[in-house]
C-alpha cells in the first residue's frame, strides 16, 4: 500500500450530456512528486481532478489514489487528500478562524485549536482571524483556501489553479513550501497557467480537448514535440509573422516582445528562413515549454479530428 | 462502497456552523420571530371581532304582534339592524347578491295563522356567509333570541304552544360557504401554514446555498458524509419550528383567547411530525432545484396548494371532491386537523391517529424521493 503510486488512473472518462468532456486520461503521479496539469480553458482539467478525488463519477476507466480505489475507496481517499477547488469554496459569512476550526472538525483533528492557531500563524492571519472570510481579498482567499486544505496534513494535494490571482511573491513563498512538503513525500497535482509554475513542476501533464497529449519531465515534454526553434529578428515583424507562417515547413510563430520564436519539425528550415527578406539576424534556440505548449494548444484541434473516424 | 459510519462529531461540527451562519443573517432570523408575529396578527385580528349591527333585509309578507315581537328582539340583540323592507324574495337575493345586506328575514304570508293553529311554520334567515367570521356570532345569536321571543309572547291562551317543541322554526340559510368555519380555525390553522412556509423555504435554501456558492464541492471533497450535511443543516431548523409553534400557542392564548383544552405534549408532538414532513419536502425539493431561486419557485409551487386545499382557506368540506382528493394527501390538511382537535376540542390519541398516519406515510414516501434524487457526488 505504501509503496503504491500517489496517483495512477488508466483511461479515465467522463462525458457531460453527448459531450466527452474527458476522454480516456491515464496518468500516473509517484510520492514525492510535483506533478503540473496544464492545458486550455475548458479542456478537462478540473473535471479530471474531480474525478481523481471521487467526487465526480468517471463514466469509464479506473485508477487508485494513494493505493485506494477511486470508484470504491473514495471515502479513504478524502481523508488522505487535500484538495483546493478552482473557485473558492469556504464560507464567507465564518470568519478566517472559523473555517479554518470548521474543516479541522470535520477532519476530526486530536489537537484541533493548535492545529488552527499554527495555520493562522503561518498564514500571518493570526491577527485578523475574527474578520469574516467574504472581506478578505482575492489573494488572501486564495492563501486562506490552501492553508484550510492542508490543514489535516494530507499525502496528496489536488490543487486546482491554486495561485490565480496571487501576486507574485506569494506565488514564490507557496512554490517554495511546495517543493519542502514534496521533500518530505508529500505528492502534489497542480493545475496551472503559468509558465513559471510548469517549469518548477518534476512533470507535467498537458491536456486539451479532453485527452492528454503528452506527460513527462520538462525535457521530455519537449523533446516529445522535435520542434527546433529560432529567434528572428526583423523589420515590421507583423507583416514578416505572416509571411512566414504561409513559409512550407514552419510550424509555429509567436512574437516575443522585439523577435519572433519560429519552431518547425525541420531542422534545416535555418537556412530558409536566413534569406527570407525583412529578415536582419537569426539565431537557434533551445525549443522552450511555453513553444511545445503554444503548439500543442493550436494543433490539438487537428490532432483531434484526425484521430475521430 | 466500503461502509463509513455516520460520526456524530462530524455531524455537531456541521450543526455549530449553520447556527454559526443563521447568527449572522439577520434577515432570517427576523423571519422566524417576524412571520409568525406578523401573520398571526394579520389572520388573527379578523377572528376576535364580532361584528354587530349588521345590516338586514325584512321580507315581511305577514304582519302581526308575533312577527314584529320576532323582529325587535332581532334588532334588540344589536347584532342584527333593520335596514329595508323588501318586497319579495327575488329583491332579497338581489340584495344579498350585491352585499347590501348580510341577512334577509323571510316570514311567510300565512306565518301566524299556521303558528296559532300548531302547524310549526317557517322563518328563513338568509345570510351572506362568505366571510364566515363576519355573521356566526349573529347566527348563532339567532336561536336565542328565538327562544326570547317564545318565552315573552306566548302567554294566556297560547302559553301551551311555548311549553313542548318550539312553535315555528328558524332556518338558517349560510350562502357561499356551506361549512361556515368556526371561529377557532383561523389561529391554529396558522400554525401549519407558518411552519409549512419558513421550514420549507429555509431548508431549501439552506442545501441549496452550498451549491449555489460552490461550498457544497469543499464539503464533498472533506470526509463528511452527505447524510450529517443534510441532517446537520435541518437540526437548527427543527429548533426554529418548535420556537415558532411556541410563539403561536403564546400568542392564540394570549392574544386571542383560543381556548386550549387538550395536552400540550401532545400539540408539541403533532408539531415535530409535522415539522418533519415539511423538512422532508425542503430537502427534496434542495436536491431538485440547481439554484435558491428555483428552490424558492418551487416552495411557492408547494405552498400554494397547502394554503388553498388544506382547509385553511376554504372549509375543506366545501371543496369538491378532486380538490378533496388532493387536499387529503397534503400534511397541512391533517396537521390542521389535528392542531384543532387537540387544542379545541381535547382529543386524545384515537381520535388523533387518524390524521396522523397520513403525514408519517407522506415523510416517509418524500423522504424515498429524497434519498433517490440524494446526491453524494456533484454528477
Ligand atoms: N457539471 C457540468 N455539466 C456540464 N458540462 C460541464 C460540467 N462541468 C464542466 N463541464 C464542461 O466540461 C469541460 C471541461 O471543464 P473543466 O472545468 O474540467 O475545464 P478546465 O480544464 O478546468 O478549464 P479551466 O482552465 O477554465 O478551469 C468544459 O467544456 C465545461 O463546459
Ligand atoms: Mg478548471
Known amino acids: 500500500m505504501k509503496a503504491a503510486a500517489a496517483i495512477d488512473v488508466r483511461e479515465l472518462s467522463k462525458r457531460f450530456g453527448d459531450k466527452l468532456v474527458v476522454d480516456r486520461v491515464s496518468l500516473q503521479v509517484q510520492r514525492g512528486e510535483i ?96 474578520q469574516l472570510t467574504g472581506t478578505l481579498s482575492g489573494g488572501w482567499k486564495q492563501r486562506l483556501a490552501l492553508a484550510a486544505c492542508m490543514l489535516h496534513e494530507p ?12 501576486d507574485p511573491s506569494a506565488r514564490r513563498d507557496f512554490w517554495e513550501e511546495l517543493h519542502r512538503l514534496a521533500a518530505r513525500g508529500i505528492s502534489v497535482l497542480v493545475s496551472t497557467h503559468y509558465m513559471d509554475e510548469a517549469e518548477r513542476c518534476h512533470k507535467l501533464a498537458y491536456i486539451a480537448y479532453g485527452r492528454l497529449l503528452v506527460q513527462g519531465r520538462g525535457e521530455e515534454v519537449i523533446a516529445s514535440q522535435k520542434l527546433s526553434t529560432w529567434r528572428l529578428e526583423g523589420e515590421d515583424l ?31 528550415l535555418m537556412d530558409t528562413l536566413r534569406v527570407l527578406p525583412g529578415v536582419r539576424r537569426v539565431e537557434t534556440i533551445a525549443t522552450g515549454l511555453e513553444d511545445v505548449f503554444v503548439y500543442l494548444m493550436s494543433h490539438a484541434d487537428d490532432n483531434f479530428r484526425q484521430g475521430a473516424p | 462502497m466500503s461502509r463509513e459510519w455516520f460520526s456524530l462529531a462530524r455531524w455537531w461540527s456541521i450543526v455549530l ?40 333585509a325584512v321580507i315581511a309578507a305577514d304582519h302581526s304582534e308575533i312577527t314584529r315581537s320576532l323582529i325587535a328582539g332581532l334588532q334588540n340583540s344589536s347584532y342584527f339592524e333593520v335596514t329595508e323592507t323588501l318586497p319579495d324574495e327575488a329583491a332579497g337575493a338581489r340584495a344579498l347578491a350585491q352585499g347590501r345586506v348580510q341577512f334577509v328575514l323571510n316570514i311567510p304570508a300565512d306565518f301566524t295563522v299556521r303558528l296559532i293553529r300548531g302547524e310549526r311554520p317557517a322563518v328563513l334567515l338568509e345570510a351572506d356567509a362568505t366571510d364566515p367570521s363576519a355573521t356566526g356570532n349573529a347566527l348563532s345569536a339567532a336561536s336565542g333570541i328565538l327562544q326570547g321571543v ?8 297560547l302559553a301551551a304552544l311555548a311549553g313542548g317543541a318550539a312553535p315555528f322554526e328558524m332556518r338558517l340559510h349560510r350562502l357561499y360557504n356551506p361549512e361556515g368555519i368556526t371561529q377557532y380555525n383561523i389561529v391554529p390553522g396558522l400554525m401549519g401554514v407558518i411552519l409549512t412556509l419558513t421550514l420549507v423555504l429555509m431548508t431549501g435554501l439552506a442545501i441549496t446555498r452550498e451549491r449555489e456558492r460552490g461550498t457544497m464541492e ?27 409553534t411556541t410563539i403561536i400557542m403564546l400568542a392564540a392564548h394570549f392574544m386571542f383567547r383560543v381556548p386550549f383544552v387538550g395536552s400540550v405534549l401532545a400539540l408539541y408532538l403533532a408539531a415535530l411530525l409535522f415539522i ?52 387529503s394527501v397534503l400534511p397541512l390538511t391533517h396537521f390542521n386537523r389535528l392542531v384543532r382537535g387537540i387544542m379545541l376540542k381535547g382529543n386524545g390519541w384515537v381520535e388523533l391517529w387518524p390524521d396522523v398516519w397520513p403525514i408519517l406515510l407522506f415523510t416517509v414516501l418524500v423522504m424515498g424521493v429524497a434519498l433517490r434524487f440524494y446526491r453524494r457526488t456533484l454528477d
Open chain 1, 238 to 268: 507583423v507583416n514578416l509573422a505572416q509571411r512566414l507562417e504561409r513559409t512550407p515547413g514552419v510550424a509555429q510563430v509567436i512574437a516575443f516582445g522585439a523577435a519572433l520564436h519560429v519552431s518547425s519539425h525541420d531542422a534545416g
Open chain 2, 17 to 56: 456552523k449553520e447556527v454559526l451562519q443563521l447568527r449572522r443573517d439577520r434577515i432570517t432570523l427576523a423571519m422566524i420571530v417576524g412571520i409568525p408575529l406578523v401573520q398571526i396578527s394579520l389572520f388573527g385580528f379578523a377572528i376576535n371581532n364580532d361584528p354587530r349591527h349588521l345590516p338586514t
Open chain 1, 155 to 166: 499525502q496528496l494535494l489536488l490543487l486546482d489553479e491554486p495561485t490565480a490571482g496571487v
Open chain 2, 150 to 157: 317564545i318565552d315573552k309572547d306566548f302567554k294566556g291562551p
Open chain 1, 35 to 130: 506533478f503540473g496539469f496544464l492545458g486550455p480553458n475548458g479542456s478537462g482539467k478540473t473535471t479530471s481532478i474531480r474525478m481523481m478525488c471521487g467526487l465526480l463519477t468517471p463514466d469509464g476507466g479506473e485508477g487508485h489514489c494513494l493505493g485506494y480505489d477511486i470508484r470504491r475507496e473514495a471515502a479513504q481517499i478524502k481523508r488522505q487528500v487535500g484538495y483546493m477547488t478552482q473557485r473558492f469554496s469556504y464560507w464567507e459569512d465564518l470568519s478566517i478562524r472559523e473555517n479554518l476550526d470548521f474543516v479541522a472538525r470535520l477532519y476530526q483533528l486530536p489537537r484541533r485549536r493548535e492545529a488552527v492557531d499554527r495555520a493562522l500563524e503561518d498564514l500571518g492571519l493570526a491577527s485578523r482571524a475574527r
Open chain 2, 218 to 244: 469543499n464539503l464533498l471533497a472533506t470526509p463528511v458524509l452527505p447524510l450529517e450535511v443534510m441532517t446537520g443543516k435541518i437540526l437548527p431548523y427543527i429548533v426554529i419550528g418548535l420556537i415558532q
Open chain 2, 276 to 327: 418533519a414532513a415539511s423538512l422532508t419536502v425542503g430537502i427534496t425539493l434542495s436536491s431538485l432545484a440547481g439554484n435558491q431561486l428555483q428552490a424558492m419557485q418551487m416552495t411557492m409551487f408547494y405552498f400554494l396548494p397547502n394554503i388553498l386545499l388544506s382547509g385553511f382557506m376554504f372549509p375543506f368540506r366545501g371543496m369538491p371532491q378532486w380538490a378533496q382528493v388532493l387536499g
